[in-house]
């Protein structure tokens, strides 16, 4: 888990929990199963699990304003409020079908990484979305 991560921004025990910044850091999506992203991903020892590098796999969309939680909220079954989903949460979660890592960076600044083949199609519902709702 995130613990064999210790020395490399921080520590995270429990599944969301996001340790590190938008430069460098990592989240534990689930049991023994973490993400690292940065400029350099330190490797990590057998005795502590695999490691795959994704980063030509995936894309990762930065959303920010203050409407972008009412957003996010009509696609994924989660609840966004401040309490609930506050700044450095992160989680994986289906988007419209498509897996996705939802995370908060901020008050009103959110990221969803998902697979790069999805990008085009994600891009499209989110702007389905904002149109819907700027009707509204």
Do not use: N
Not at 45 to 65: E, I, K, M, W, Y
Not at 90 to 109: E, K, N, W
């Amino acid at each position: 888990g995130g613990g064999a991560l210790s020395g490399w921004g921080g520590r995270c025990e429990a599944p969301g929990c996001i340790s590190g910044d938008m430069a460098r850091g990592f989240v534990q999506i689930a049991p023994a199963r973490v993400i690292l992203w940065g400029p350099s991903v330190p490797m990590v020892a057998p005795a502590h699990g695999t490691q795959v590098d994704l980063s030509h796999a995936r894309v990762v969309l930065f959303l920010s304003g203050p409407k972008v939680r009412d957003l996010l909220a009509r696609a994924v079954p989660l609840d966004l409020r401040d309490h609930v989903f506050g700044v450095g949460r992160m989680t994986a979660t289906p988007f419209h079908h498509i897996p996705v890592l939802l995370g908060r960076s901020g008050t009103q600044d959110w990221t969803l990484t998902l697979p790069r083949s999805y990008a085009q199609g994600l891009f499209d519902h989110l702007t389905h979305l904002a149109e819907i709702m700027s009707d509204a």
